[in-house]
């Protein structure tokens, strides 16, 4: 009786842990978003764009929030139709609903099983759950960048087809995956490998930061909300936790990729961590000016 009690009371601590990390985030969610963004003293756009408060101040209201990221251009760079939500739904909610105008390049339809054209169809959808308008949605539909976790990626063609986005839309912000990849798909790797490629020779703008999402255990990425403490306590450059209004909208995302339905990705939508938090790491920008094209 005494150990059932025991456990009782350390879990129940343990959910007060939860709800009190979750409340001080959100309470810490505008200056933390912006610092990410202000981290960069390459990001002079950026800084002037979120520098109308005199520092010090207290955070801004509610209202004023909800605009602080106008201007804001983020880019999400992934493999195939579904990792947006997959993987990415905290991030792209947060920031959509900081009026960041968020971009997505996706680098393959998903064609591994002939269901390309659906595919894209699906992402669509999913896009606009989270806030991302089907006009800043570009798929590739490229015979080198087909969705088959054996195929190796050209590096070359993958960070000049991300570096034409950067520029053509401005990008300040890019998110994508790390060296692990996530699920550890060599399409998703292949990414990372593009984007710290031209982040090493110094092709990156001057205004623009990278991140990459942190790949975690098996362990912490099945433990649904529980893992929250977790990322919480582990140092991250940018990190996004999404609320039970935001869970739905994630939810319903990833209902909008039918093809993908298969009971295993309802148990992911259940038990993934990626659907509650997002940690980030930056990529480090050198200043070279080599060329390479
Ligand atoms: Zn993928």
């Given at each position: 009786?005494?150990?059932?009690?025991?456990?009782?009371?350390?879990?129940?601590?343990?959910?007060?842990?939860?709800?009190?990390?979750?409340?001080?985030?959100?309470?810490?969610?505008?200056?933390?978003?912006?610092?990410?963004?202000?981290?960069?003293?390459?990001?002079k756009d950026v800084n002037s764009l979120l520098s109308r408060d005199p520092p010090g101040l207290p955070c801004r209201t509610c209202e004023t929030d909800a605009r602080a990221l106008d201007g804001v251009r983020?880019?999400?760079?992934?493999?195939?139709?579904?990792?947006?939500?997959?993987?990415?739904?905290?991030?792209?909610?947060?920031?959509?609903?900081?009026?960041?105008?968020?971009?997505l390049?996706?680098?393959?339809?998903?064609?591994?099983?002939?269901?390309?054209?659906?595919?894209?169809e699906e992402l669509l959808g999913?896009?606009?759950?989270?806030?991302?308008?089907?006009?800043?949605?570009?798929?590739?539909?490229?015979?080198?960048?087909?969705?088959?976790?054996?195929?190796?990626?050209?590096i070359a063609l993958t960070a000049s087809l991300i570096l034409k986005h950067i520029t053509t839309y401005s990008i300040n912000l890019v998110l994508t995956f790390d060296e692990g990849g996530v699920s550890g798909h060599a399409n998703h790797i292949a990414i990372y490998k593009a984007l710290s490629h031209l982040a090493f020779v110094g092709r990156i703008p001057e205004d623009c930061q990278v991140l990459s999402l942190h790949t975690i255990?098996?362990?912490?990425?099945?433990?649904?909300?529980?893992?929250?403490?977790?990322?919480?306590?582990?140092?991250?450059?940018?990190?996004?936790?999404?609320g039970p209004n935001e869970y739905k909208k994630a939810k319903e995302a990833m209902l909008r990729h039918r093809s993908q339905l298969l009971w295993f990705r309802r148990l992911y939508i259940l038990f993934s961590r990626y659907m509650f938090v997002n940690t980030f790491r930056a990529v480090p920008v050198e200043k070279k000016d080599l060329k390479f094209y």
């Amino acid at each position: 009786m005494f150990v059932l009690l025991s456990v009782a009371l350390c879990f129940l601590g343990y959910l007060m842990c939860i709800k009190l990390i979750y409340n001080r985030f959100n309470k810490l969610w505008p200056s933390s978003r912006n610092n990410i963004l202000r981290s960069s003293s390459r990001a002079k756009d950026v800084n002037s764009l979120l520098s109308r408060d005199p520092p010090g101040l207290p955070c801004r209201t509610c209202e004023t929030d909800a605009r602080a990221l106008d201007g804001v251009r983020v880019l999400l760079v992934t493999a195939h139709p579904d990792d947006e939500c997959m993987f990415f739904a905290p991030a792209v909610l947060k920031l959509s609903e900081s009026n960041a105008a968020v971009y997505l390049l996706c680098l393959s339809s998903g064609n591994y099983y002939n269901q390309g054209a659906q595919r894209k169809e699906e992402l669509l959808g999913s896009c606009a759950v989270l806030g991302i308008p089907a006009h800043r949605v570009t798929v590739i539909d490229n015979k080198e960048l087909q969705d088959d976790p054996k195929t190796e990626w050209s590096i070359a063609l993958t960070a000049s087809l991300i570096l034409k986005h950067i520029t053509t839309y401005s990008i300040n912000l890019v998110l994508t995956f790390d060296e692990g990849g996530v699920s550890g798909h060599a399409n998703h790797i292949a990414i990372y490998k593009a984007l710290s490629h031209l982040a090493f020779v110094g092709r990156i703008p001057e205004d623009c930061q990278v991140l990459s999402l942190h790949t975690i255990s098996i362990l912490r990425k099945y433990l649904s909300i529980f893992e929250l403490p977790i990322s919480w306590f582990l140092p991250s450059s940018f990190c996004c936790i999404i609320g039970p209004n935001e869970y739905k909208k994630a939810k319903e995302a990833m209902l909008r990729h039918r093809s993908q339905l298969l009971w295993f990705r309802r148990l992911y939508i259940l038990f993934s961590r990626y659907m509650f938090v997002n940690t980030f790491r930056a990529v480090p920008v050198e200043k070279k000016d080599l060329k390479f094209y």
